[in-house]
């Protein structure tokens, strides 16, 4: 692995102390090179470093990581959020692929979000990514938001309204959207299916997620099938064919 500069930047003292004793034992390619207690003084932290990584707590005096981070634009340097954000903010950053730790923070969670780092840094996409972060916080419609798609040679960038049906592939998902090919991507089906906002996807089968929108046809059967707006077939297994029809009724 390549030796990565980082910085912290957290108004917790003792959060700074446990990450760099942390990093220290756990992550020896990485070399902290300063620590910031408030996105006034992280600015300049950055400016001066050029990190390759910054780890970064959410909520601080004076502003707080999405401030710093446009304030920053466009962004060189990957990030990781430390955070103690509800289930609606960690969604935003499964949305745009970025990486985030849960306080206290776990070895595994840190070893294998460093490892993530490693390899993002050769693709260099954080600029893309941190972009549609901060435009998903300020979407006020989730429909709206984008979402970032991993491949093998990079992350396609989607609005999650074009997404018409999702399929498995082994460990990984083909993902349909409106008048595109299809994309090969390398998520597993239910790590979308904890994403996408549920008023508009249904997994409909142990492979398939179909977005309700795009469905224009349903055919009896034992679980039954719907045709969707392509003219691709879609099996529903028996226990998911409630929940489909679920969907529809007010």
């Known amino acids: 692995m390549q030796t990565i500069s980082a910085v912290i930047i957290d108004d917790e003292p003792g959060n700074i ?15 902290i090179k300063g620590t910031a207690p408030d996105p006034l003084k992280g600015y300049e932290l950055i400016k001066q470093s050029n990190p390759d990584l910054v780890f970064l707590d959410i909520e601080m005096p004076y502003g707080n990581a999405f401030d710093l981070l446009d304030k920053l634009a466009p962004v060189s340097f990957e990030v ?3 955070t103690a954000f509800n289930d609606y903010a960690i969604k935003a950053f499964k949305y745009a692929a970025l990486d985030y730790l849960l306080k206290p923070v776990n070895i595994n969670e840190l070893k294998e979000a460093v490892n993530k780092v490693s390899k993002r840094l050769e693709e ?3 600029n893309n990514r941190i972009n549609t972060l ?3 916080f300020k979407a006020e419609n989730a429909i709206t938001q984008k979402i970032a798609l991993p491949a093998f040679d990079g992350c396609y960038f989607e609005d999650i309204s074009n997404i018409m049906y999702l399929q498995t592939e082994n460990s990984y998902t083909y993902i349909y959207c409106k008048g595109k090919t299809k994309l090969l991507v390398t998520k597993n089906l239910k790590d979308f299916e904890d994403i996408l906002p549920s ?9 398939s997620i179909v977005n309700i929108n795009f469905v224009k046809k349903y055919s009896k059967g034992r679980g039954g099938h ?6 691709t077939t879609v099996e529903i297994s028996v226990r998911k064919k ?3 029809f ?5």
């Open 17 to 31: 102390i446990t990450l760099l004793e942390l990093v220290k034992q756990y992550c020896p390619d990485v070399f």
């Open 80 to 82: 990781v959020f430390i």
């Open 124 to 126: 260099r996409t954080v």
């Open 134 to 136: 901060l435009g998903n």
């Open 199 to 207: 008023a508009l996807f249904c997994r409909i089968h142990h492979n």
């Open 226 to 231: 719907v045709q969707m707006e392509d003219g």
């Open 242 to 244: 409630s929940d489909f």
């Open 246 to 250: 679920d969907r529809f009724i007010q």
